[in-house]
């Protein structure tokens, strides 16, 4: 599980959410860097003096305060120092990777004030809208402070960026082929944008063993949205690939004007290779720096005979 938001209970000051006379939903604006999506929202909360009150959270979107997904609602036994206490969604939302999203908290006075902590944030991060508390407004219309609230969402990962404005990476996995020789056609890569647009893209096959690169597909100029498609490269030629050997499949994009995700889960133990460089030529060998994700990259393959396999290796001695 992966978290965006603020992790610390902060100690500048206390958001009060709810009072006598009035109740508040407050929280904070945090950007989610990678595809996900949302199980829960944690926040950090305590009583004047301890009881029991109503609180949920929810999450919008920051570009529209359109309201995105709301947690379920507990009855809380609050004390008087501050405790984190975890809702969940009943529906968990998608989240697109670098998108900023308010994540917000609302309780239900009824006899002791609730707050929430705060440290120093950006200009204008932290949001609030005075409402009596009941159903979450969509849109949100809130006023601003310079607060960053101790609050976070909790979200599982399904993809990361592998093209931004700050770099562009070569992005790979290893993967296994069958026991037996064969002849790989095409990848095909799961990818996302943050908006909609168009990106050059392009793959690679490497040998995990000497990290040399054994063949790239067609450059393609792919229309990518803001939901993950497959998106199929042509290998130019089609490359063979010999059994007992692990390949890295990698996808490359160029960066426009909007981040570019492809789809990942977690993996094995430094499964994922990447290296930072700008969008051009392949690398040959690749300089990979490792993590542990399953990049969603597939091939297609033909397997050869053993007797067609001998053949072509034969072949491939008396050229060299």
């Known amino acids: 599980m992966a978290?965006?938001?603020?992790?610390?209970?902060g100690t500048t000051g206390g958001l009060t959410i709810a009072a006598v006379g009035w109740e508040d939903i407050s929280g904070s604006v945090f950007t989610c860097t990678e595809f996900g999506t949302a199980t829960s929202i944690t926040v950090a909360l305590k009583r004047t003096v301890a009881g029991s009150d109503n609180v949920k959270c929810a999450i919008y979107k920051h570009s529209?305060?359109?309201?995105?997904?709301?947690?379920?609602?507990?009855?809380?036994?609050?004390?008087?120092?501050?405790?984190?206490?975890?809702f969940t969604f009943a529906t968990p939302p998608s989240l697109i990777?670098?998108?900023?999203?308010?994540?917000?908290?609302?309780?239900?006075?009824?006899?002791?004030?609730?707050?929430?902590p705060y440290d120093n944030g950006d200009a204008n991060q932290g949001h609030k809208q005075t409402l009596a508390y009941g159903a979450f407004p969509n849109p949100l219309v809130p006023s601003h402070q310079n607060t960053k609230a101790s609050i976070y969402c909790t979200y599982t990962m399904t993809g990361v960026a592998i093209a931004s404005a700050a770099n562009e990476t070569i992005a790979g996995s290893i993967y296994?082929?069958?026991?037996?020789?064969?002849n790989i056609m095409n990848i095909t890569v799961s990818l996302a944008r943050t908006s909609a647009g168009?990106?050059?893209?392009?793959?690679?096959?490497?040998?995990?063993?000497?990290?040399?690169?054994?063949?790239?597909s067609e450059e393609v100029s792919c229309s990518?949205?803001?939901?993950?498609?497959?998106?199929?490269?042509?290998?130019?030629?089609?490359?063979?690939?010999?059994?007992?050997?692990?390949?890295?499949?990698?996808?490359?994009?160029d960066y426009t004007a909007s981040n570019i995700y492809v789809a990942a889960t977690a993996g094995s133990t430094n499964q994922g290779h990447t290296e930072t460089k700008a969008y051009g030529t392949?690398?040959?060998?690749?300089?990979?720096t490792h993590?542990?994700?399953?990049?969603?990259?597939?091939?297609?393959?033909?397997k050869v005979s053993p007797f067609f396999a001998k053949v072509l290796a034969q072949l491939e001695r008396a050229s060299s």
Request: hydrophobic letters at 35%; glycine letters at 4%; aromatic letters at 16%.
């Open 176 to 182: 296994t082929f069958p026991n037996q020789d064969c």
């Open 64 to 86: 529209d305060l359109s309201l995105l997904a709301q947690t379920e609602e507990r009855n809380l036994a609050l004390t008087t120092s501050y405790v984190w206490y975890t």
């Open 3 to 9: 978290t965006f938001g603020y992790t610390t209970i």
């Open 291 to 302: 993590n542990d994700y399953a990049y969603t990259i597939t091939p297609t393959y033909h």
């Open 282 to 288: 392949f690398s040959d060998p690749l300089a990979p």
């Open 97 to 116: 990777g670098g998108t900023d999203y308010i994540l917000v908290v609302w309780g239900d006075y009824t006899a002791q004030n609730i707050t929430c």
């Open 224 to 253: 990518l949205t803001t939901s993950f498609a497959n998106y199929t490269f042509t290998m130019v030629p089609g490359r063979r690939i010999l059994k007992d050997v692990e390949y890295i499949l990698a996808v490359w994009a």
């Open 198 to 216: 168009s990106n050059n893209v392009k793959c690679a096959v490497y040998r995990h063993d000497t990290l040399a690169l054994v063949g790239t």
